[in-house]
């Protein structure tokens, strides 16, 4: 199944999409990876779904991503006397260690280590930012703050702190649990939230142990402030529009999508980004003008993807919303604008053989007018690295490794086809034309671009370009 688009879509599955038969669906409209959330998924469900998707997979002949989100560490209030309070804009609140029942004037605030880190002038932001208190008075049992932003709160309601550094690691005993579990389960991808410093993705890819690429999901001023040290770290970014919307002004959230999608483009590394970008699709069966621009304007800028949340996984169309996403990508890959606007980002190779030999395939493809970019890529790095220049032509990753498939699922404009090992070089060239012939990337007498590691099978070497007709045997 060839999509006509080099734009990847992510689907979350949930209460609407947990079937077979509508992750089939799903895929067939459009899905390339399939999320699964932690905050809501069992390990039994979880893996469930893993064996589901394998089928569905399975059926269609295609590398399918699975991506595991995990929760994170949660930060929330206590209780309230009758379950909610009114907080009344201009008055002192207290935030306390005090477990009684909380009421218009105090609450306990379970987490000693905001009390640990929190200075006085530092925002807390409750319900999703909602209420908005700043800290006045700081101390070992008790915050004073003052309240700008006033209303109803109820209990357990989350706490941010988008001034704050909280020494707490990514990954609570939960999230260790359910990375373990995921990685028993054989997913592709692990998304981690609430990262604040490069060492919350190096926990993560420790226990990993190169089982599972990791994405790491910026939701956090803090993470923005580092992004270049995450970056060097993490597998792919996640773009968690919604959570950075709440930490830091909204205004600002769009510039920095721009920055991580820059970045991401200049590393060679995929970026998705996420969060309410059909969102009137959970009760719709149509998006708003505006949620289709905000859409385009993310491949337009080259995101590697686009991913659906609520829409594909608790919505009431699911399937039309993957549909929808996919074409919307459609119709602006299909634009004049589109490959020029994504080259005047285009930045210049490192100063690496594999780099310089991706950048130089792109070259002569275009040149050439050739029909397809053909990479053999055992860890997906060599596909990665021709995705990175954003090509014209299509590129068709062949691997004997159907992780590496499955983790290339993620990235721009790849088509990756699962095949045995080449014995030699004339067998990878003779081989790499024939299945761009039967995967419909190219007729008989045109002409293939194939880029490969010599020796093959050796990780990262990517060393070799080779032009190739397609002959009428094939």
């Known amino acids: ?259 991580m999608t820059r970045a991401c483009r200049r590393a060679g590394k995929p970026v998705v980004v996420a969060t309410q970008m059909l969102e009137s699709m959970i009760a719709s069966p149509v998006p708003t003008r505006a949620e289709v621009s905000d859409v385009a304007t993310a491949i337009f800028d080259g995101a590697d993807a686009i991913m659906l949340s609520a829409e594909s996984a608790s919505g009431q169309y699911p399937v039309e919303a993957v549909a929808t996403m996919n074409r919307i990508a459609e119709e602006v890959e299909n634009d004049a604008m589109y490959l020029p606007s994504l080259h005047v980002l285009h930045t210049e190779p490192e100063a690496t053989g594999a780099d310089a030999i991706a950048a130089a395939a792109r070259q002569v493809a275009e040149t050439l007018d050739l029909s397809a970019i053909v990479c053999w890529t055992g860890s997906g790095s060599t596909g990665l690295r021709v995705s990175r220049e954003r090509p014209k032509s299509p590129i068709v990753a062949i691997s004997p490794i159907i992780a590496a498939g499955r983790k290339l699922s993620v990235a721009w404009g790849i088509h990756c086809v699962i095949a045995d090992d080449a014995h030699d070089q004339d067998d990878m060239v003779e081989r790499a034309c024939r299945l761009a012939f039967k995967e419909g990337f190219a007729k008989a007498g045109q002409r293939v671009i194939v880029v490969a590691g010599v020796p093959l099978g050796t990780p990262g070497a990517t060393n070799m370009m080779r032009i190739a007709f397609v002959g009428a045997q094939e």
């Open 1 to 259: 199944m060839r999509r006509q688009r080099r734009t990847k879509v992510v689907a979350t599955l949930g209460p609407a999409s947990s079937d077979r038969t509508v992750i089939s669906r799903l895929f067939e409209a459009g899905a390339d990876v399939f999320r699964i959330n932690m905050s809501h998924a069992s390990h039994e469900r979880m893996r469930e779904l893993v064996t589901t998707i394998r089928t569905v997979e399975a059926e269609h002949n295609r590398p399918i991503g699975i991506l595991v989100d995990l929760q994170g560490p949660k930060l929330r209030l206590g209780s309230f006397n009758g379950n909610m309070a009114e907080i009344d804009k201009g008055q002192d609140f207290i935030l306390d260690i005090e477990p009684t029942p909380g009421d218009a004037n105090r609450v306990h605030l379970p987490h000693p280590e905001i009390f640990a880190a929190i200075k006085a002038g530092d925002a807390l932001l409750i319900d999703d930012g909602k209420l908005r208190l700043v800290a006045t008075e700081v101390g070992a049992e008790r915050i004073v703050t003052h309240v700008e932003i006033g209303g109803k709160v109820s209990n357990r309601k989350g706490v941010s702190l988008p001034d704050t550094v909280i020494p707490l690691a990514a990954l609570a005993s939960k999230d260790i649990a359910d990375l373990e579990a995921a990685l028993d389960a054989g997913v592709d991808w692990l998304a981690l939230s609430f990262i604040q410093r490069p060492e919350d993705v190096a926990e993560a890819k420790k226990l990993a142990r190169g089982r599972a690429a990791v994405m790491a999901k910026i939701e956090k001023p803090q993470a923005v402030a580092r992004l270049g040290d995450i970056l060097d770290l993490a597998d792919a970014l996640m773009v968690a529009r919604g959570d950075l919307g709440v930490e830091m002004p909204l205004e600002q959230v769009p510039g920095v999508q721009k920055e």
